[in-house]
């Protein structure tokens, strides 16, 4: 509306002007006078026409002049969006940099694929992953695996599957496929080696859960068909019902200790912490070997570290237990055992030693997995779960201290319980002996023992 006012006042001045011109002048003049106002209006539009068509064709790289007249506010506003837009441009450019940067740094690889399979564009890790380099490529030129090729034809892909990289030996891989809005799809890889190792370690557990339990099951089950169905003199019926017995007490223990590790490894277990009589604990614990070993073996005693630890009294009595039972398990009839409570470079070792048939040293570092047995004939008839060492390490693991096993195959074994420095509680202080009473009883009070 104002162009339009200011245009008028400009043609209507220009009349007012050419009609005095005429009036006082002449006619002659005033038309003169019109026809070359007229023609600079035109002129100078025509310029201004010009300038703009100029501009259009490249807008981002020209700038505007200020204008005149009319001209003015038209190519102030022009001049103020051109800018405007050049703003809005570098913003957005900045913010797709930031944007791909991200995208590039996401450990998991995407690829935009069109509606025939070819790449369209792919994130950094998708082109290191998959050997991906240009674009409008088909990308089974670049992941090869048959189980690949028929995923990607199903027709509706859904779920995933899992691929194994020839880029990336070891690690597995899980690929997804989106359709996108348009007839794009977003191929997605993403490294799953763990989950995948943890769920093979899932499904093995469970393969030796029911294992466990079938073997004695199925002896169970036998003995009492066989009571049921024979006319069994008295002392057979009393053998078949002790093995029953047997078979029952080891499926106890596997359920006893299974619950024990998973509430470890699940954490609900408390971590009750007091302080522990070592010397108290361990004497209790030799004679309790002594009964179980029945005099079959010789099992000693010594005791040269503090009396008192830090620690969750049941657990530390389960891990010594665990390695007694094993030891006496473990070794032939004649042979001794040793266990030691001492400290050696600041920490606390309660040692196990056995002169048995130790273990062959490719074995060492597998001993502490769950169900791990050397001989796995020998465990079982000796009632081991194969649970024990699995056990007594996540123990160690949540004192901060660590199982240590020492082994010469055919010779024996010493498995120590390492508690760290922190866990000894210094011994108080030896009661003052007055020297009266020395001088009656003729000796002085020594450190407790035993
Ligand atoms: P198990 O219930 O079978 O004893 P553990 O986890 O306690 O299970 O021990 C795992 C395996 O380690 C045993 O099956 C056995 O082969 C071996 N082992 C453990 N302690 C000893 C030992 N003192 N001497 C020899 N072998 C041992």
């Known amino acids: 509306m104002r162009i339009l006012f200011s245009s008028l006042a400009g043609v209507a001045l220009a009349l007012i002007i050419g009609a005095l011109i005429g009036h006082f002048v002449s006619i002659t003049a005033a038309a003169w006078w019109l026809a070359a106002t007229f023609a600079l209006f035109a002129l100078v539009h025509a310029g201004y026409l010009a300038t703009l068509h100029h501009w259009s064709s490249l807008p981002r790289q020209r700038s505007l002049p200020a204008g005149l007249g009319p001209w003015a506010p038209i190519l102030a506003r022009l001049t103020r969006f051109a800018r405007q837009e050049a703003e809005n441009r570098q913003e957005l450019g900045s913010e797709l940099e930031r944007i791909h940067t991200a995208v590039d740094r996401l450990p998991d690889g995407l690829v935009v694929l069109d509606r025939y399979d070819h790449v369209l564009w792919a994130n950094d890790s998708a082109e290191n992953l998959h050997g991906i380099f ?42 997804r496929l989106h359709r996108t809005d348009s007839d794009q799809r977003l191929l997605i890889s993403h490294d799953i080696t763990d989950q995948a190792k943890l769920d093979a370690m899932r499904s093995d557990f469970v393969a030796n859960v029911s294992h466990e339990i079938r073997t004695p099951v199925t002896v169970i089950a036998g003995f009492a068909e066989t009571l049921l169905t024979l006319d069994l003199d008295e002392a057979s019926r009393r053998e078949y019902l002790g093995n029953i017995l047997r078979q029952s007490h080891t499926m106890q223990r596997l359920v006893d200790d299974l619950l024990m590790l998973s509430s470890l490894e699940s954490g609900t277990h408390e971590f009750d912490e007091d302080q522990v009589d070592v010397h108290q604990l361990l004497s209790r614990l030799l004679a309790e070997a002594r009964t179980l070993s029945g005099g079959r073996h010789q099992i000693e005693l010594a005791l040269d570290g503090p009396q008192r630890v830090m620690a969750v009294p049941s657990e530390l009595e389960s891990a010594v237990r665990n390695l007694l039972t094993n030891a006496i398990r473990y070794t032939p009839e004649g042979g001794r055992i040793d266990i030691e409570w001492r400290v050696k470079d600041q920490e606390g070792w309660i040692a196990v030693r056995d002169t048995g048939i130790g273990i062959p040293v490719e074995s060492l570092p597998r001993l502490t997995e769950r169900f791990y047995r050397v001989d796995r004939g020998r465990s079982r008839a000796s009632g081991g779960t194969g649970l024990g060492l699995a056990i007594v390490k996540r123990i160690m693991n949540r004192h901060g201290g660590q199982l240590h096993i020492e082994s010469e195959f055919g010779h024996g074994s010493t498995f120590s319980l390492r508690l760290p420095t922190q866990r000894l509680l210094a011994d108080p202080p030896l009661p003052r002996i007055e020297p009266a009473a020395i001088a009656n009883n003729g000796q002085a009070a020594g450190p407790q023992e035993g």
Do not use: D, K
Request: hydrophobic fraction near 35%; charged fraction near 25%.
């Open 134 to 175: 240009g674009t409008r490529r088909p990308i089974h030129h670049f992941i090869r695996q048959p189980e690949f090729a028929r995923f990607l034809e199903a027709p509706e892909p859904s779920g995933a599957i899992r691929l194994q990289l020839p880029t990336r030996p070891g690690r597995t891989f899980e690929m």
